[in-house]
């Protein structure tokens, strides 16, 4: 499985953004889907995990100003984040979690790159 984020960039505060990630490879391996960032100095943070409508498990930091989504394909996820603060600049990344299938079947965690969001007046 890859993953590939896209969508950062440079945003007032109060602004939006809308991030895109999109999985491929052996995408029906994929059991769950979310957002975490990490900002420079600091340690990474879940964002969003799950990203299934009310299922969605979101930081107290984002509630209500970020919505998490994936597509009926199941292989593109959204971030839309709105009312964006300085305090969230940070790089956001994707991330997946699949199960590796074979005689003794295992969790697999799979990292994108990530993409820059920088809040700044």
């Known amino acids: 499985v890859q993953l590939q984020a896209s969508g950062g960039g440079l945003v007032q505060p109060g602004g939006s953004l809308n991030l895109s990630c999109v999985a491929s490879?052996?995408?029906?391996?994929?059991?769950?889907m979310g957002w975490f960032r990490q900002a420079p100095g600091k340690q990474r943070e879940r964002v969003a995990t799950?990203?299934?409508?009310?299922?969605?498990a979101y930081a107290d930091s984002v509630k209500g100003r970020f919505t998490c989504s994936r597509d009926s394909g199941e292989n593109t996820m959204k971030l839309q984040m709105n009312s964006l603060k300085p305090e969230d600049t940070a790089v956001y990344l994707c991330?997946?979690?699949?199960?590796?299938?074979?005689?003794?079947?295992?969790?697999?965690?799979?990292w994108g790159r990530g993409t820059q969001v920088t809040v700044s007046s």
């Open positions: 991330v997946a979690i699949g199960t590796v299938q074979g005689p003794h079947p295992y969790t697999k965690t799979y």
């Open positions: 799950t990203c299934r409508g009310d299922n969605t």
């Open positions: 490879g052996d995408i029906s391996t994929i059991t769950d």
